[in-house]
């Protein structure tokens, strides 16, 4: 696999150009775009950017944080605090992104998009205000899991880190989450699966293809 070095200023605006140009494939009005990886790459950081540069074109972005759509304590450590497995396949509320993010943006929806719906700090709904996205707005939604679950995602970008970088910069309480990482990347294979791969192993330099 090829990849090219670039700033993180030049790959913004590369995925800014791309985005500012891009239809919804379903044929609604919003664009989604996912922006994978743990939560030791800065997928929030890059959701943020892009969202900058998409006002400049002239797109209106909003920028939904998967974290925001954690399950509730009593679901997420069913099977105690460090599983895995569960961390993988049940945190996530998928069914609530689904209806309150997804759902709207369908062809012929609303585009009256919740964002976020769990604090997990406080383990009650946020009560946020739903956020209406115009036409020819852009979902970015960041975090980690999002490829594989079958999301309607118009371009996805994966930021990958080696094994050893994400073990370092895993802080060592959460080191129990590695090996569900592990095994997102052999069911899913996000590196081969996104449309723009981004190696994030040096946070001055990254490389993408």
Same mark, same amino acid.
């Given at each position: 696999?090829?990849?090219?070095?670039?700033?993180?200023?030049?790959?913004?605006?590369?995925?800014?150009?791309?985005?500012?140009?891009?239809?919804?494939?379903?044929?609604?009005?919003?664009?989604?775009?996912?922006?994978?990886?743990?939560? &030791?790459?800065?997928?929030?950081?890059? &959701?943020?950017?892009?969202?900058?540069?998409?006002? %400049?074109?002239?797109?209106?972005?909003?920028? %939904?944080?998967?974290?925001?759509?954690?399950?509730?304590?009593?679901?997420?450590?069913?099977?105690?605090?460090?599983?895995?497995?569960?961390?993988?396949?049940?945190?996530?509320?998928?069914?609530?992104?689904?209806?309150?993010?997804?759902?709207?943006?369908?062809?012929?929806?609303?585009?009256?998009?919740?964002?976020?719906?769990?604090?997990?700090?406080?383990?009650?709904?946020?009560?946020?205000?739903?956020?209406?996205?115009?036409?020819?707005?852009?979902?970015?939604?960041?975090?980690?899991?999002?490829?594989?679950?079958?999301?309607?995602?118009?371009?996805?970008?994966?930021?990958?880190?080696?094994?050893?970088?994400?073990?370092?910069?895993?802080?060592?309480?959460?080191?129990?989450?590695?090996?569900?990482?592990?095994?997102?990347?052999?069911?899913?294979?996000?590196?081969?699966?996104?449309?723009?791969?981004?190696?994030?192993?040096?946070?001055?330099?990254?490389?993408?293809?």
């Amino acid at each position: 696999m090829r990849l090219e070095p670039i700033t993180w200023e030049r790959l913004t605006d590369a995925l800014a150009d791309r985005v500012a140009g891009l239809e919804a494939a379903d044929g609604g009005a919003w664009p989604r775009i996912a922006v994978d990886g743990a939560p &030791a790459a800065p997928t929030a950081d890059l &959701a943020h950017r892009l969202a900058d540069a998409l006002r %400049v074109r002239g797109r209106h972005p909003l920028v %939904v944080s998967a974290h925001g759509f954690l399950r509730p304590a009593s679901l997420r450590f069913e099977y105690g605090h460090r599983d895995a497995d569960s961390y993988y396949d049940g945190w996530f509320d998928t069914g609530a992104l689904w209806r309150e993010v997804f759902g709207p943006l369908d062809p012929g929806g609303s585009g009256r998009v919740l964002p976020d719906l769990w604090d997990a700090a406080t383990d009650r709904a946020t009560r946020s205000a739903y956020a209406q996205l115009p036409p020819g707005g852009v979902l970015l939604l960041h975090g980690p899991f999002l490829l594989g679950k079958w999301f309607p995602f118009d371009l996805s970008v994966h930021l990958a880190l080696t094994p050893a970088t994400l073990r370092r910069r895993t802080p060592p309480d959460e080191q129990w989450t590695l090996p569900a990482f592990a095994r997102y990347a052999d069911e899913v294979d996000p590196a081969a699966t996104a449309d723009v791969l981004v190696r994030a192993d040096d946070p001055r330099r990254p490389a993408w293809r």
